[in-house]
T-cell receptor, first 117, second 112 residues
Framework: DVKVTQSSRYLVKRTGEKVFLECVQD?????MFWYRQDPGLGLRLIYF???????EKGDIPEGYSVSREKKERFSLILESASTNQTSMYLC????????????????FGPGTRLTVL | GDSVTQMEGPVTLSEEAFLTINCTYT??????LFWYVQYPGEGLQLLLK?????DKGSNKGFEATYRKETTSFHLEKGSVQVSDSAVYFC???????????FGKGTTLSVSS
């Protein structure tokens, strides 16, 4: 079974702190994603990565950065946490099955519920 | 840009009732369509998917058909159970391996 793990289920931080959210997948997937989930807004893409050391901005990258030094690990960094970053953060990964338009399932971690006070 | 619109909840049903959750999309080309489910306290799990027009995805009694003419992918189940209580997300992907675009989610609550 594919497993995507996130370093914390619950996290409480103070405004201005630097926050690291870690995500690890164990299936050698190429692509990894960070989403933010808020009630009434669904999931929104923060950043994604197609390969080690590669990153692309998603729809809401402001206030966030990412790091992918190893294929299995994708970190989300809040440089200076603010109260409006209180949210559920979900990491996901997907492998590429090859060509021909085939899609593999995007696997999600359990989420980290971050509260910024 | 691409988007997904799904009916707002919460949807409250009695056990064994019929379920429909509407989902429509806006996208260029031929996206793949997905339904994900999130049980309380958990991450998202893929429920079913369809990759081309007229495909029907099915799993655990749930079904959805990719209707290109109406740009829809409505989720249905003939007889819901209490254990189906969860948040359901409709999503699309334009290309293999790319990020998903999600609807806002529909909360389903089933009572016995």
């Amino acid at each position: 079974d594919v497993k995507v793990t996130q370093s914390s289920r619950y996290l409480v931080k103070r405004t201005g702190e630097k926050v690291f959210l870690e995500c690890v997948q164990d299936m050698d997937h190429e692509n990894m994603f960070w989403y933010r989930q808020d009630p009434g807004l669904g999931l929104r893409l923060i950043y994604f990565s197609y390969d080690v050391k590669m990153k692309e901005k998603g729809d809401i990258p402001e206030g966030y950065s990412v790091s992918r030094e190893k294929k299995e690990r994708f970190s989300l960094i809040l440089e200076s946490a603010s109260t409006n970053q209180t949210s559920m953060y979900l990491c996901a990964s997907i492998g590429l099955a090859g060509g021909g338009g085939s899609y593999n399932e995007q696997f999600f971690g359990p989420g980290t519920r971050l509260t910024v006070l | 840009g691409d988007s997904v619109t799904q009916m707002e909840g919460p949807v409250t049903l009695s056990e064994e009732a019929f379920l429909t959750i509407n989902c429509t999309y806006t996208a260029t080309g031929y996206p793949s369509l997905f339904w994900y489910v999130q049980y309380p306290g958990e991450g998202l799990q893929l429920l079913l998917k369809a990759t081309k027009a007229d495909d029907k995805g099915s799993n655990k009694g749930f079904e959805a058909t990719y209707r290109k003419e109406t740009t829809s992918f409505h989720l249905e189940k003939g007889s819901v159970q209490v254990s189906d209580s969860a948040v359901y997300f409709c999503a699309l992907s334009r290309q293999a391996g790319t990020a998903l675009i999600f609807g806002k989610g529909t909360t389903l609550s089933v009572s016995s």
